[in-house]
T-cell receptor, first 111, second 115 residues
């Protein structure tokens, strides 16, 4: 079983739609969680950290469920520019070298 | 305010040659990480370095791969006697500190193609 699992997609949604991605992780000792965004053939960029209480940044909302070892990302009012691959990232603890990346969920927003 | 700089952007090597990938961290960052991304796969951690020290190399293949981060100059990831399976995107990241919630800033990567 992979340490971090994501549905690869692609998710094809029209502009303005709301879309949600899920991610599960296997190591219950994981300590911190992030969503990164990666555009085709480019470097990953931090989208947001994920906190137990849930957090929101504009149109993006992240949730963490430690009991179920589950992380989600909700994107409201999708824009064409949201088209990218969204990487679920988990830190097994200690240092940033323990970051484990999921393979990503691909989002395509269309007109 | 330059970000993480990697060069070359693209590198083509024939089987058996050596590949040298360079990474200059963001100003003020002393922690460097190398990741590899194979086609259609997630990023895999390779090695974590601080100046003149390898802190964690648990993700490095046992042979042909080495990394350094000298006191002066960029971090170097070196692959000797490259094989086709080494073809991948190699990303470097840096951070000012280390810790559970530390965020990584990535360079634009080096795409290595082995013919």
């Amino acid at each position: 079983r992979k340490e971090v699992e994501q549905d690869p997609g692609p998710f094809n949604v029209p502009e303005g739609a709301t879309v949600a991605f899920n991610c599960t992780y296997s190591n219950s000792a994981s300590q911190s969680f992030f969503w990164y965004r990666q555009d085709c053939r480019k470097e990953p960029k931090l989208l947001m950290s994920v906190y137990s209480s849930g957090n929101e940044d504009g149109r993006f909302t992240a949730q963490l469920n430690r009991a179920s070892q589950y992380i989600s990302l909700l994107i409201r009012d999708s824009k064409l520019s949201d088209s990218a691959t969204y990487l679920c990232v988990v830190n097994r603890g200690g240092t940033a070298s323990k970051l484990t990346f999921g393979t990503g969920t691909r989002l395509q927003v269309t007109l | 305010n330059a970000g993480v700089m990697q060069n070359p952007r693209h590198l083509v090597r024939r089987r058996g040659q050596e590949a040298r990938l360079r990474c200059s961290p963001m100003k003020g960052h002393s922690h460097v990480y190398w990741y590899r991304q194979l086609p259609e796969e997630g990023l895999k951690f390779m090695v974590y370095l601080q100046k003149e020290n390898i802190i964690d190399e648990s993700g490095m293949p046992k042979e042909r791969f080495s990394a350094e981060f000298p006191k002066e100059g960029p971090s170097i990831l070196r692959i000797q006697q490259v094989v086709r399976g080494d073809s991948a995107a190699y990303f470097c990241a840096s951070s000012p500190r280390t810790g559970n919630n530390e965020k990584l800033f990535f360079g634009s990567g080096t795409q290595l193609s082995v013919l």
